[in-house]
């Protein structure tokens, strides 16, 4: 089944205590993209990245490191995580096709800095 | 900035009518749009989408048309089913380089579809 996966779902931290949250697409998908939903401002991009080992800064990305080191495995960190960063967070795989274009997302990692 | 806005918080139709769902954007130089579909408690699935060259694209009841001159796509559902409520985002993006893969959403909008 085709799928992107994220782990933890959710997850209760204190200020200051690095995390990762996984990513994992097996569509064979170029293309991965982390969000943030908050209440009223929808989806925002933190970071994307277009291969394997190369990566860009999306709309939010203070406060994230990104790496992709595989094709499938697209990890978000937060090194120093503050209460500001307390938000869903969604992973995405997409691909490109001259006029087809198509995005997945993960379930979603609720995630909680205290 | 809001490069792409969905005016409407929300939207209520009745079961078998049509339901429209607008997106607005100020970038002129998107190449592409898409929409999704979101529950709660789930990630946004992935329910069609546009090329700008194209000023219309249909996949069964759901059908997205473009009008260029006016920055503006709209999403229409017919006929509307209660199973399709849920929050509608647009998103747009450019293509080419290392622009794939950077999307912008709109703010969302909440379908709801009456029995």
């Known amino acids: 089944e085709a799928q992107v996966t994220q782990n933890p779902r959710y997850l209760i931290t204190v200020t200051g205590k690095k995390l990762t949250v996984t990513c994992s697409q097996n569509?064979?998908?170029?293309?991965m993209s982390w969000y943030r939903q908050d209440p009223g401002l929808g989806l925002r991009q933190i970071y994307y990245s277009m291969n394997v080992e190369v990566t860009d800064k999306g709309d939010v990305p203070e406060g994230y490191k990104v790496s992709r080191k595989e094709k499938r495995n697209f990890p978000l960190i937060l090194e120093s995580p503050s209460p500001n960063q307390t938000s869903l967070y969604f992973c995405?795989?997409?691909?490109?096709?001259?006029?087809?274009?198509?995005?997945?997302f993960g379930p979603g990692t609720r995630l909680t800095v205290l | 900035d809001q490069q792409v806005k969905q005016n409407s918080p929300s939207l209520s139709v009745q079961e078998g009518r049509i339901s429209i769902l607008n997106c607005d954007y100020t970038n002129s130089m998107f190449d592409y749009f898409l929409w999704y579909k979101k529950y709660p408690a789930e990630g946004p699935t992935f329910l069609i989408s546009i090329s700008s060259i194209k000023d219309k694209n249909e996949d069964g009841r759901f059908t997205v048309f473009l009008n260029k001159s006016a920055k503006h796509l709209s999403l229409h559902i017919v006929p509307s089913q209660p199973g399709d409520s849920a929050v509608y985002f647009c998103?747009?993006?450019?293509?080419?380089?290392?622009?794939?893969?950077?999307?912008?959403f709109g703010q969302g909008t909440i379908l709801t579809v009456h029995p």
């Open positions: 998103a747009a993006g450019l293509a080419g380089g290392t622009s794939y893969g950077k999307l912008t």
């Open positions: 995405a795989s997409s691909f490109y096709s001259g006029v087809k274009v198509g995005q997945f």
């Open positions: 569509m064979n998908h170029e293309y």
